[in-house]
C-alpha cells in the first residue's frame, strides 16, 4: 500500500488556508504581509484548533493555535471565544458603551473582528447566545470598572482575557443550561482541556501569551542571509525548572512529591497550564455535585468522574499566560506558531531554515537589491533565471505551513522529505496515527520588513 | 510670490551645479528643505486653483497665465515635479496611435523646445529621435498607420529597414527585425525640469506657487465650485483643476459631491545603468520595442530601459500620505523578463553595471486614453490626468488644451476622446479599475488591431435579454459598460480565438456578418439596441417645447407622434450630440442619443435648460429595452403581432406611436432603424423585453426572422452614408459640413444654439465636407482593410482623413466615410470646400502607406441600391437554393 503524491499532497494539503493582508493602502500599512496555516490530523477527530482574526475596532491582527486534549470541546470553545475577549479587553472605554448601547437598542453591533477562516473552521451555533451573554457581562463589568480611563496595556489585556474566558467556561459549567444539549456541551468544554499560543500584531509590536506547551518562534535572518530561531514562549511542562517551581510554589510543602509524577501534574497532565481542565481546578465537592446533576452522559464517563489522585489543595492549574513583548525589526522575517505536534518533531533552528528558505523562494520576500554592489546586466539575469527556474521546480507547495508539515512528517535523517517515509506516516490507520504522531497545527505569520524598516525610522 | 520665485530660482541653480538625476538628491533635499517654514500665506481666494505640481498641473497654469489669466494659485502636497513627473524617463514622442495625442505630444515637443530659452531653466532638451521597432509584419502595419498620420501632419517619419536601424543605433541585434519606423523630431528632456522651467514662466506672469499644501476637498455649492480647503485654510475659486496624478480619483471622491476620475496607479519598472566603456552619445536615439514590451534611451552615458509587462502590479493610493514617491520595492523578478528582453535587443550590454532599479506609479485609465475637462457634476471644476504613462509627451499639448477650455469655454481641437464625461460613474468603482487597468497596461504594448474589445471589467450593464442572446451564439463587444452584439456565430460554427483573430486584413466574422446583412435586406432581423441613452423632457406647460426649440437645431414643434433627427449643436454650430427625439404629447418628449452620450448630454442640457420645477428631466436608459426591427418584412412581423396596420399609409416613417405587441401594452413602436434601411424601433418597459422578443421570434419565423448585430448596422448604415457622432461627428462639425441642412430649421421662428454660425455658413460655404468614398481597386480578400484615420488624397495632396469605414455587402466594395478640406497650394490656408471641388477630384486613401483609388460621393446610392437590388433578388433566390 503506497500513496502517490498526488495523493500524499492532497492529503497535506486539505486543510491549509493563507491570507495576504490587503495590499498596502498608504493609509494602514501592516506590518504583516500575510500567513498561511494548515492542520495535520492524529486523532480523530482532530483536537487541534487554530484561529486568526484582524481587530476591526482597535490595530492588529490576532493569531493563536490551541492543543485539545480529552476531547476536543474546549480547543474549539477557546478557539472561537478568546479573540473576542481579548478584543473586548483592548477597546477603549467609549467604544464598549456605543457596543453596550446598541446591543441595549437592538441596534446592529460594530463588527469587532474580522475573521480569516479555513471552511473547516466551524463555530458553534447552538452556543452562541451563551457565549455572547458571558462575554457582554464581562464588557459590562469592565465598563463598571473603569469609567472613563481607557488601559491600552496590551500584556494587561491578553492576561485578563485568558483568566476571564477560563472563568466563564468554568462558571458556565456550574449554572448549566436549561437546554440539555447546550448543558452537556458546557460541561464538555470545562471537563476537557486545551493549550493556547496566541500572537498580538500591531506595527512592531509583537505580543505572544502562551499557556501551555505549544510554542511561537521568530524566524530571524542574518545579515549574511543565514537563518535562526529566536523562542518567544515558554513551555507549561515538567522541563521548565521555572514552572515545576512555580507550581510548587503554590501548593503546601506536604504535597511537593505528589505534584510532579512521570513529568506530568499529579502524574496526570502534560501542559502545567490550560483552559478547562475543571478537574484540576475545582474542589472535590463541587466536581461531584456538578456531575451528578449533569446528565447521564457525564455520569457513565470514567475520566469525568475520576478525582486526580493526591488532589488535597486546588487549584492545581491555572489558565493564566506568560506574555512576552518583542519589538519587530527589519530582520524578523517571520513568526511561526504551532502546537506541540510539531516541535516533538523538528528542532526550531530546522524550522527557520526551512521555512525561511521557503519564503524567500517563492515569494522573494528576500528582494535582490543592488545597493553599493557591482552588478553587470548579463550577471543580474543569469541571477534571476535561476531564481524562476529554482520556483518552478523545487517548490510544490503554496502554503509555507503546508511545506512544514511535509518536512516535519518526511524529513529523514539528512533533514530532506523522503517520500517513501512520507507516504507511510500518512497512510498509517487511525488507530496507530496516534502513536507515531501527534495532532500538527501550524500558523506562520509573515512579516513586512520595508514597513517595519519604516517604523523604526520614525521612532 | 516673490520669494516663492527665488526659492524655485536658487532651487534650480543648485541643481544646474549638480547635474545629476534629481533621485539621489531627494533625500538631502527633503531634509534641508522641512524646517523651512511656509514662505507666504495663502491667499484668501483666487480666481483658479490648481491642484498637483506636477507636469499636468504646472503645464496649465502656464498656459493659463499665457492666456492672460493670472490670478492663480497652484497648490503642491510635496514639492514641485515630485511625483510621477520626477520618475518619468522623459521620452517625447508622437508615435501615437490616437490622432489628438499625436497632436499634443507635437504641441509638446514644440514647446519643450525653446522652454529653456524662453525661461532661463534647463531643461534637457535633446532631440534624438525614435525607432519603433517591428518583429512581425502585423508589427509593421501598425506602425506604418502611423507613419501615414504624422506624414500628412508634417511630423517627417519614415519606415526603414533593419540595416537602416543599425546605421541609427550601433547596439541593437536586428537578427529578428522586420522593418522599424524612425521619428527624427522626437526628444529627450529631464521632465523635472521641463515641470519647472513652466512653473518659472507661470509664477513670472504672476502665478502664486505653494508647496507641502495640500487640497483636503473641494467645496461645491448649487453645482458650482466655490472654493477649496486645504491644510493652511481656505481658498475660495471659481475655477478648480485637479491635476493630483495618481491622487486625483481619491481627490474627486473627497468633497461632498464626488467628481469620478477613472484612473488607477501601477508599479512601473526602469532601470538605470552606470556609463558605457565608451559612454553613449546623448543624442543617440530612443528605441521602442513593442513586441519586447520594451524601450531604451540614453541617459548619461548609459542607458535607461523600462517596460510596460504583462502582469502589471496595481498600487493602492487611498490616504495621500505619500507626499513625495520615495522608495516603492525594486523587484527584479518582476523585471526580470523585460530584462531578458533587454539584453535580446542589446546583447553588448551584458557587462553594462547596473545603478538601479526604479520603481515609479504610474496612472492608467479604462480605456488608454488620458482624462481632462470639467465634471459633468460641478461647474469650474476641471481634470487633466491619467496619462497611461505619456505624461511628459502629452503634457504641453493637454495643458494648452485645458486651459483653452477654460478661459473659451471649449478647447481648439475635438477633445471628445479624452474628455472625463465619457465615463460616468459606473466606471469608478475600484474593483472595476483594478482588473481594467492590469489589462491596460500591458496592452501598451500589444498589437491594436481594427475593433478589439476589452476583455476585463465585462457583463456589467446588460440588457434583459442577454442570456438568450448569449444562448444563441452572440458574440460581444461593450460601450458605457454596456454589453452589445457584435455578431451571431451560427451553430456549428467556431471562431478563431482571441488571440488569432487579431488581422489588419479580412477577418474572421466576414461571411457571417454578410449573412446579417443579407437578412435585414431581404426578410427582417432583429438587433438589441437598449444600450442608448434614453431622456423624457417634460413640463406642465411650453417650457419643454420652447428650451428644446432653443437647444436642438431643427423644428420639434411636430405634430403629436412625430419623430425628429436633430443636432444638440453648440454656439458654432457643431454637434454635441445627434439625436432623434419623438413627441410623445404637447409637453412631454422621448430623446434618443448614442451610448456614449449619457454623461455628456445629460451634462449639457442641465447646465442649459432653465431651473424649473416645472421642467422635468428624466434618465430612462435603464428603464427599456430596445429592440430594432430591421428589414422589408419588419412590417408584416409587427402588424401580425398588433393586429395593427403597419404600412406606410397608416404608420408612416418617423413615426412614433404606443400599442401593445403580444400580451404587452405601452410599448413604444417608431418607425426608424438607425440604418436607412425600412423597419422599425421598439422601446420596451424591461419586465415586457423576454416576451416582446420571444413574441417577435416566433411571429418572425415564417418571415425568416435571425438575430443580428452591430458590426450588421454599421454596414448598413455607413453605406447609406449615415454618420453618426462620436465616430464621424462631432463638436467641431456642423450639419452644412455633411450634408444635413434638411436637418435645421433655420426658419423655425426663433433663435436656437448654433444657428448663427449655420447661417453664416450657408452663405460661406463650409471648409470641410463630409464625403463618401468607394475603394475601387482594393481587393478584400487581399488587402489590408481601412479602419477610420486613414488620410485621404485628391489629386496627389492630403485633403483630410476618414472616420469611418465598412465593407458594403450590397456594393461589394470598401465605403469609407471622411472629411475632404481644400488647402490652398501654396499658403496652406484652408478655403471653401464645393460641391465642384469635391466632384472634380481624383482620390486615394492610405492604409498603411498604401493608396488604393476611391470615387467620391456626396450622396448615398438610395436610388441606386432599389434599383440595383431587383436586379440582385433573382440572382440572390437563385443562391438560396444552394
Known amino acids: 500500500f503506497y500513496l502517490t503524491p498526488p495523493q500524499v499532497n492532497s492529503i497535506l494539503k486539505a486543510n491549509e488556508y493563507s491570507f495576504k493582508v490587503p495590499e498596502f493602502d498608504g493609509k494602514n500599512v501592516s506590518s504583516v504581509l500575510g500567513f498561511d496555516s494548515n492542520q495535520l490530523p492524529a486523532n480523530a477527530p482532530i483536537e487541534d484548533r487554530r484561529s486568526a482574526a484582524t481587530c476591526l475596532q482597535t490595530r492588529g491582527m490576532l493569531l493563536g493555535v490551541f492543543d485539545g486534549h480529552a476531547g476536543c470541546a474546549c480547543a474549539q470553545a477557546v478557539s472561537e471565544r478568546l479573540f473576542y475577549y481579548i478584543a473586548v479587553s483592548l477597546l477603549p472605554h467609549e467604544t464598549l458603551l456605543e457596543i453596550e448601547n446598541a446591543v441595549e437598542s437592538g441596534r446592529a453591533l460594530l463588527p469587532i473582528l474580522q475573521w480569516h477562516k479555513h471552511p473547516n473552521d466551524y463555530f458553534s451555533k447552538e452556543a452562541s447566545k451563551l457565549y455572547f451573554n458571558s462575554l457582554r457581562t464581562y464588557w459590562q463589568e469592565l465598563i463598571d470598572l473603569n469609567s472613563g480611563e481607557t488601559t491600552t496595556d496590551v500584556r494587561e489585556a491578553l492576561i485578563n482575557a485568558f483568566k476571564r474566558l477560563d472563568n466563564d467556561i468554568s462558571l458556565e459549567a456550574q449554572v448549566g443550561d436549561p437546554n440539555s444539549f447546550l448543558n452537556y456541551l458546557v460541561l464538555r468544554v470545562a471537563f476537557s482541556g486545551a493549550t493556547a499560543c496566541v500572537a498580538h500584531v500591531d506595527g512592531v509590536d509583537l505580543h505572544i501569551a502562551n499557556t501551555g506547551d505549544s510554542r511561537a518562534m521568530l524566524g530571524v535572518q542574518e545579515e549574511d542571509g543565514s537563518w535562526s530561531a529566536v523562542t518567544l514562549s515558554y513551555d507549561h511542562n515538567a522541563q521548565n525548572e521555572h514552572e515545576v517551581e512555580r507550581v510548587k510554589m503554590e501548593h503546601p510543602k506536604s504535597e511537593e512529591k505528589s505534584l510532579v509524577k512521570q513529568d506530568r501534574l499529579l502524574g496526570l497532565l502534560m501542559p502545567f497550564r490550560a483552559f478547562g481542565d475543571v478537574k484540576f481546578k475545582w474542589s472535590i465537592e463541587l466536581q461531584k455535585r456538578v456531575i451528578e446533576a449533569g446528565p447521564d452522559q457525564l455520569n457513565d464517563n470514567e475520566y469525568t468522574k475520576f478525582i486526580p489522585p493526591n488532589y488535597h489543595t486546588p487549584p492545581y492549574l491555572t489558565a493564566e499566560p506568560e506574555v512576552i513583548h518583542h519589538k519587530l525589526r527589519p530582520q524578523d522575517k517571520f513568526l511561526v506558531l504551532a502546537t506541540d505536534g510539531l516541535w516533538e518533531t523538528m528542532h526550531r533552528q530546522d524550522v527557520a531554515r526551512i521555512v525561511g528558505e521557503y519564503l524567500t523562494g517563492v515569494h522573494h520576500q528576500q528582494p535582490i ?91 | 510670490a516673490a520669494g516663492m520665485f527665488l526659492r524655485l530660482l536658487s532651487d534650480i541653480q543648485w541643481r544646474a551645479a549638480h547635474p545629476k538625476w534629481r533621485r539621489m538628491t531627494s533625500s538631502q533635499r527633503s531634509t534641508s528643505t522641512t524646517a523651512e517654514p511656509h514662505p507666504v500665506s495663502l491667499p484668501a481666494q483666487a480666481q483658479v486653483v490648481i491642484c498637483g505640481g506636477g507636469i499636468m498641473g504646472t503645464s496649465v497654469a502656464y498656459h493659463l497665465s499665457k492666456m ?65 521597432l517591428a518583429q512581425t509584419q502585423d508589427r509593421l502595419i501598425s506602425l506604418k498607420r502611423i507613419a501615414s498620420s504624422l506624414n500628412v501632419m508634417g511630423i517627417p517619419c519614415e519606415i526603414i529597414s533593419p540595416k537602416k536601424v543599425v546605421q541609427l543605433h550601433p547596439l541593437i541585434n536586428i537578427h529578428d527585425l522586420v522593418g522599424a519606423m524612425y521619428v527624427p523630431e522626437d526628444a529627450l528632456v529631464s521632465s523635472a525640469n521641463v515641470s519647472l522651467a513652466l512653473a518659472t514662466a507661470a509664477s513670472r506672469n504672476g502665478v502664486q506657487i505653494h508647496e507641502r499644501t495640500s487640497v483636503s476637498h473641494v467645496t461645491v455649492q448649487k453645482g458650482r465650485v466655490t472654493g477649496v480647503e486645504t491644510d493652511r485654510g481656505r481658498i475660495q475659486c471659481e475655477y478648480f483643476v485637479n491635476c493630483a496624478g495618481q491622487w486625483a480619483y481619491e481627490l474627486g471622491h473627497s468633497g461632498e459631491e464626488p467628481v469620478h476620475i477613472p484612473l488607477h496607479a501601477c508599479e512601473h519598472f526602469y532601470l538605470l545603468t552606470h556609463p ?45 500620505n505619500q507626499l513625495e514617491i520615495q522608495n516603492l520595492q525594486e523587484d527584479w523578478d518582476h523585471f526580470g523578463p523585460l530584462l531578458g528582453a533587454l539584453l535580446r535587443r542589446m546583447p553588448g550590454l551584458e557587462a553594462l553595471q547596473i545603478m538601479q532599479l526604479v520603481n515609479c506609479p504610474e496612472s492608467f485609465t479604462p480605456d488608454m486614453r488620458c482624462i481632462m475637462g470639467e465634471s459633468p457634476t460641478a461647474q469650474g471644476y476641471f481634470v487633466l490626468a491619467g496619462m497611461n504613462s505619456a505624461g511628459i509627451s502629452y503634457g504641453g499639448g493637454a495643458g494648452k488644451y485645458l486651459a483653452e477650455w477654460m478661459v473659451n469655454g471649449y478647447p481648439s481641437e475635438n477633445v471628445w476622446p479624452l474628455d472625463l464625461k465619457r465615463f460616468g460613474t459606473l466606471q469608478s468603482s475600484r474593483t472595476f479599475l483594478r482588473h481594467r487597468v492590469m489589462e491596460v497596461m500591458p496592452l501598451m504594448c500589444d498589437l491594436k488591431v481594427p475593433r478589439w474589445d476589452f476583455q476585463t471589467g465585462r457583463q456589467l450593464r446588460t440588457s434583459p435579454l442577454y442570456d438568450r442572446l448569449d444562448a444563441q451564439g452572440a458574440r460581444w463587444m461593450e460601450k458605457h459598460g454596456f454589453e452589445r452584439v457584435k455578431y451571431f456565430v451560427p451553430p456549428g ?28 435586406k431581404e426578410a427582417v432581423s432583429v438587433i438589441d439596441m437598449s444600450s442608448f441613452t434614453k431622456f423624457e423632457i417634460s413640463s406642465t406647460g411650453d417650457q419643454a417645447l420652447e428650451s428644446l426649440q432653443y437647444l436642438f437645431s431643427n423644428d420639434l414643434d411636430v405634430p403629436v407622434g412625430h419623430v425628429v433627427h436633430t443636432g444638440m449643436l453648440n454656439e458654432k454650430g457643431g454637434y454635441e450630440n445627434d439625436c432623434s427625439i419623438a ?69 408612416p416613417s418617423l413615426f412614433c406611436k404606443e400599442m401593445s405587441v403580444g400580451y404587452a401594452n405601452g410599448i413604444r413602436v417608431m418607425s426608424i432603424t438607425h440604418t436607412g434601411e425600412p423597419g422599425f424601433v421598439l422601446y420596451i418597459p424591461i419586465e415586457y423585453a423576454l416576451h416582446v422578443y420571444n413574441e417577435v421570434m416566433n411571429m418572425g419565423q415564417k418571415y425568416g426572422i435571425r438575430n443580428a448585430g452591430y458590426y450588421a448596422l454599421r454596414s448598413l448604415r455607413i453605406e447609406k452614408f449615415f454618420a453618426f457622432w462620436g465616430q464621424d461627428l462631432d ?95 501654396k499658403t496652406g490656408e484652408e478655403l471653401v470646400v464645393t460641391t465642384d471641388f469635391i466632384n472634380q477630384g481624383e482620390y486615394e486613401i492610405d492604409i498603411a502607406g498604401q493608396r488604393f ?30
Open chain 1, 369 to 459: 537589491a543592488v545597493g553599493g554592489y557591482k552588478v553587470t546586466l548579463g550577471q543580474m539575469h543569469g541571477l534571476l533565471t535561476e531564481r524562476r527556474a529554482r520556483i518552478s521546480s523545487v517548490f510544490e507547495d503554496q502554503n509555507a505551513a503546508t511545506h512544514l508539515i511535509r518536512h516535519a512528517v518526511g524529513n529523514n535523517e539528512f533533514g530532506t522529505v523522503d517520500h517513501e517515509r512520507l507516504s507511510k506516516m500518512l497512510s498509517l490507520p487511525e488507530e496507530l496515527a496516534r502513536m507515531y504522531r501527534d495532532d500538527i497545527t501550524i500558523i506562520v505569520v509573515q512579516f513586512n520588513s520595508h514597513v517595519i524598516g519604516a517604523y523604526q525610522n520614525e521612532e
Open chain 2, 68 to 132: 492672460g489669466w493670472n490670478d492663480i494659485v497652484l497648490l503642491e502636497q510635496g514639492r514641485l515635479a515630485a511625483g510621477t513627473t520626477r520618475f518619468c524617463a522623459g521620452i517625447v514622442s508622437t508615435a501615437r496611435p490616437v490622432s489628438i495625442e499625436r497632436k499634443m505630444a507635437h504641441y509638446s515637443n514644440k514647446l519643450y523646445q525653446q522652454l529653456e530659452q524662453e525661461t532661463g531653466v534647463q531643461t534637457g532638451y535633446m532631440k534624438t529621435g525614435s525607432i519603433s
Open chain 2, 276 to 320: 558605457l566603456k565608451e559612454p553613449l552619445s546623448s543624442s543617440l536615439p530612443t528605441i521602442v520595442d513593442p513586441d519586447g514590451r520594451i524601450y531604451i534611451r540614453n541617459w548619461q552615458g548609459g542607458i535607461l530601459s523600462g517596460g510596460f509587462e504583462k502582469n502589471p502590479k496595481p498600487l493602492f493610493t487611498e490616504g495621500r
Open chain 2, 493 to 520: 460554427k467556431d471562431l478563431l480565438d482571441l488571440d488569432h483573430s487579431k488581422t489588419f486584413y479580412k477577418p474572421d466574422w466576414f461571411d457571417i456578418v454578410g449573412s446579417e446583412v443579407k437578412c435585414c
Open chain 2, 583 to 651: 413627441r410623445l404629447s404637447k409637453r412631454s418628449f422621448f430623446m434618443i442619443s448614442p451610448t456614449d452620450q449619457q454623461v455628456h448630454c445629460w451634462a449639457w442640457l442641465k447646465k442649459r435648460l432653465p431651473d424649473d420645477s416645472n421642467l422635468v428631466m428624466e434618465d430612462v436608459t435603464w428603464k427599456y429595452t430596445a429592440l430594432n426591427l430591421i428589414g422589408p418584412r419588419a412590417v408584416d412581423v409587427l402588424s401580425e403581432l398588433s393586429y395593427a396596420p403597419m404600412t406606410a399609409e397608416h404608420f
Open chain 2, 731 to 825: 463638436a467641431f462639425t456642423t450639419p452644412m459640413e455633411c450634408g444635413r441642412e434638411f436637418q435645421v430649421k433655420l426658419e423655425k421662428g426663433m433663435q436656437f444654439l448654433g444657428q448663427e454660425a449655420l447661417l453664416e455658413q450657408k452663405q460661406n460655404g463650409v471648409y470641410k465636407r463630409f464625403t463618401m468614398f468607394i475603394l475601387e481597386d482594393h481587393d478584400t480578400d487581399m488587402d489590408l482593410w481601412p479602419w477610420w484615420g486613414e488620410p485621404i488624397f485628391r489629386n496627389g495632396r492630403y485633403v483630410g482623413k476618414t472616420t469611418s469605414s465598412a465593407y458594403s455587402y450590397t456594393l461589394e466594395r470598401h465605403v469609407c466615410l471622411g472629411f475632404v478640406h481644400h488647402f490652398d497650394e
Open chain 2, 853 to 882: 483609388q476611391a470615387k467620391a460621393k456626396l450622396y448615398p446610392f438610395s436610388s441606386l441600391f432599389t434599383q440595383r437590388r431587383r436586379k440582385d433578388e433573382v440572382e440572390l433566390s437563385g443562391y438560396q437554393r444552394e
